[in-house]
């Protein structure tokens, strides 16, 4: 299996611009998250969907930032319009549903906003 | 509400010492417990688990054990090598869902 797949790796940006990064969950997983690391704050989930829905998005942290899950292999996390501060490494992880607490990760978007 | 806390780093240790890594946690009803490990550039892997109180997680030469007499689930390794240079992370399950409660993770160093 591939894994869990994110892009772009890599994305910089100016402020005001819109960022939009994308995750292929783990083929048969029904859950997907997607977490932003900053040294700051540390790991923070954004939001989770099961089976395509949204199931908790009390992390993510404005009305800039937007997710969407329109088919079981695919995610995207909208940012728009970007700042300086969500400078962040955003992480996409999937797991099945047994055992559901196994998360597996992917290799995470480094996005820097000028 | 359920929380992690675990000890800050970054801790600096010599290859072939011992690693210690303290966790506690509160939590209602009874969570199962993990450890993850991020290495430089990566995103976070599992590095072992327990479900039930006094499980042994094991993995890699990692062990930590469920205790909830002290809501605890410490990790430990016997021998460090350079390439446990990483970020390790602990976490809980909610119980009711299938969220994961992580701490703010500590950075070890191994030097050779």
Known sequence: DAG?????RHEVTEMGQE???RCKPISGHDYLFWYRQTMMRGLELLIYFNNNVPIDDSGMPEDRFSAKMPNASFS???IQPSEPRDSAVYFCASSAAIPVETQYFGPGTRLLVL | GNSVTQMEGPVTLSEEAFLTINCTYTATGYPSLFWYVQYPGEGLQLL???????????????EATY???????HLE?????????????CALNKAAGNKLTFGGGTRVLVKP
């Open chain 1, 4 to 8: 869990v797949i994110q892009s772009p």
């Open chain 1, 19 to 21: 960022v939009t990064l």
């Open chain 1, 76 to 78: 995207t996390l909208k």
């Open chain 2, 48 to 62: 072992l688990k327990a479900t039930k109180a006094d499980d042994k997680g094991s993995n890699k030469g990692f």
């Open chain 2, 67 to 73: 205790r909830k007499e002290t809501t605890s689930f």
């Open chain 2, 77 to 89: 390794k016997g021998s460090v090598q350079v390439s446990d240079s990483a970020v390790y992370f």
